[in-house]
């Protein structure tokens, strides 16, 4: 059963205006850093994980101001290309209490915007 649903896009030239390696340091994972800066067009793979952190904050219900925390929220790449979101801290425990057992994500973007969906199910399969 759904129990939360959350979606973000984010505009990709004002995302990449504001992008530094501080900001990126702030909001992401190491590995989801390297991951990025592996791409020709790394703002685009940063703002579709941000939109996807965005998405999932959306989907719990709660953000900063309730204890949520970026790099509680990792963006994995499977060998398949599918992404896959990895909770921890605050983000798996706020999970918990909103009875979701999985969590789906998709993730798009073009060359103007960055986009994802998160939905959370209470099935665990």
Not at 32 to 61: D, H, I, M, P
């Amino acid at each position: 059963m759904v129990v939360g649903v959350g979606i973000d896009i984010v505009d990709l030239e004002v995302f990449r205006a504001r992008l530094s390696d501080d900001l990126a340091g702030e909001l992401f994972l190491p590995a989801e850093v390297a991951y990025c800066n592996t791409q020709a067009r790394s703002w685009e793979a940063f703002a579709a994980r941000f939109a996807a952190k965005e998405a999932l904050f959306k989907a719990l219900g709660a953000g900063l101001a309730q204890g949520l925390r970026w790099k509680d929220v990792e963006i994995l790449r499977e060998s398949s290309g599918e992404p896959q979101l990895k909770l921890s801290g605050t983000a798996l425990s706020a999970a918990g209490k909103r009875g979701a057992g999985r969590w789906l994500l998709s993730i798009t973007h073009s060359r103007t915007s960055a986009a994802a969906v998160v939905v959370l199910d209470s099935d665990p399969a």
